[in-house]
């Protein structure tokens, strides 16, 4: 039985380096880093915390995108952080798809997002109200502004959309899973259309206590724009980032009926697990390559077939080289000609939404013959020795790309896109 066919439609970027397609693809090609001190951070709470650097966006506000005022203030009430970048980068990408779905069955749309950590902020800050104040302190609110599927099921009901609603939780590979899930939903015919991505807010005290504590994060002494330097061997951890991009993934037949345009096609993906350790990768790169040659197989392309992958390039020493070996096994001679990139190295590490943040960089590179660079890159490292594009935009035809997301719990996830035609 031959596959449905899906496509992308719609790109709703919530990132630190520009909310929105325009401004998010500037900063990619120019490659600007959205680093910076964290704006909270002289505050009593931050002065224990010895990382204060991160990929934070600075200029959100749900008022510039919502208007009506009732609500905006059940939002403000009900939603942690992370929903509120969900439902802004849902209401980006499906105002860019220009889709009506009051001219469509909802019980056929889907609602697929992913986000590693949920509503943390919701959960410390309330926990401290209960041990300060008491049990009546605590917000009536907490439970559904902290749940990982508060995103998921928000968007929904803010769109009336009755078809599936799920969350995905697989740490830093959740938002790359909920996408494979959405690109496996339409094609079994549960869905025309699935709304779907990752989201993540975890520039928290908590939160980076215990990422510095590990030794994940970076701790270089230089200025924060140059601590992301994924595959250079500088590298010594990964900045913490925020945001959210969501897609309408939509069957290509459905789209085309409605004259919709088409960023690219979704030709397949697939999922691993190490089995191996609960933070680092296989020390083969055994799971993750097995995720590409998976994602081969479903999406039915050869591996020479490959210009471009976007990788998961966190920053940190054992993660880029060990997936640089991963990309060495699959591709053998041919990996040297595939341009890799690490949007890390600008946004900083955006956790349940780095695939979804990965897939839109390569959508957007698929559709313009423009590879963004990795930036900070000054050292080549004998352990990454593949071609990473380093500091400079490269004009360049991108006919098929992947995106890789490698998560804690031995998680690997690989989606592939194509440039669309008939």
């Not at 004998?382 to 935009?393: F, I, S, T």
Request: net charge neutral; proline share 4%; hydrophobic share 35%.
């Amino acid at each position: 039985m031959q596959k449905r066919r899906i496509v992308i439609t719609g790109i709703g970027p919530v990132t630190p380096i520009g909310i929105g397609n325009t401004i998010f693809w500037g900063s990619l090609k120019a490659g600007k880093s959205g680093v910076s001190k964290i704006k909270a951070s002289d505050s009593p709470e931050w002065q224990a915390i010895d990382v204060r650097i991160a990929g934070e966006i600075k200029d959100f506000s749900l008022e510039k995108y919502f208007t009506d005022q009732k609500l905006l203030k059940s939002m403000n009430k009900d939603m942690d952080k992370v929903t509120q970048f969900a439902v802004t980068a849902a209401k980006l990408a499906i105002e860019d798809s220009l889709i009506d779905f009051s001219k469509f069955n909802t019980e056929r749309v889907a609602t697929f997002v992913g986000t590693g950590i949920g509503g943390i902020q919701t959960t410390c800050n309330d926990q401290i109200a209960l041990y300060i104040h008491g049990q009546k302190k605590v917000g009536v609110r907490s439970i559904i502004r902290l749940m990982p599927n508060a995103p998921s099921g928000y968007i929904g009901i803010l769109w009336g959309l009755k078809g599936r609603s799920k969350n995905d939780s697989t740490a830093c590979a959740s938002g790359l899973d909920s996408m494979l899930d959405a690109l496996n939903w339409i094609r079994l015919n549960k869905a025309d259309i699935v709304i779907t991505g990752g989201a993540e807010a975890t520039i928290h005290p908590l939160s980076m206590a215990s990422f510095s504590n590990m030794g994940a994060l970076s701790k270089r002494d230089c200025p924060p724009e140059m601590a992301s330097c994924p595959f250079s061997k500088e590298r010594d951890g990964f900045v913490m980032g925020e945001g959210s991009v969501i897609f309408v993934f939509e069957e290509l037949e459905h789209a085309k009926k409605r004259g919709a345009k088409i960023y690219a096609e979704v030709i397949g993906g697939a999922g691993t697990c190490d089995a191996s350790h609960i933070t680092a990768p296989h020390e083969t790169g055994d799971g993750a390559a097995r995720a590409i040659l998976e994602t081969l197989k479903d999406s039915e392309i050869k591996p020479e077939d490959v210009d471009y992958i976007h990788a998961h390039g966190t920053s940190t020493p054992l993660n880029d080289a060990r997936e640089s070996i991963a990309i060495n096994r699959v591709f053998g001679e041919h990996a040297k000609k595939i341009a890799i990139t690490s949007s890390k190295s600008m946004t900083g590490h955006l956790i349940g939404a780095a695939g979804p943040t990965g897939t839109a960089v390569c959508a957007l590179t698929i559709q313009n013959g423009i590879v963004t660079p990795t930036i900070n890159y000054q050292t080549p490292d004998p352990e990454c020795n593949l071609d990473y594009v380093p500091n400079k935009a490269r004009e360049q035809k991108v006919t098929i790309g992947l995106i890789s997301s490698l998560g804690f719990g031995g998680h690997n996830t690989v989606l592939a896109l194509k440039k669309y035609s008939e």
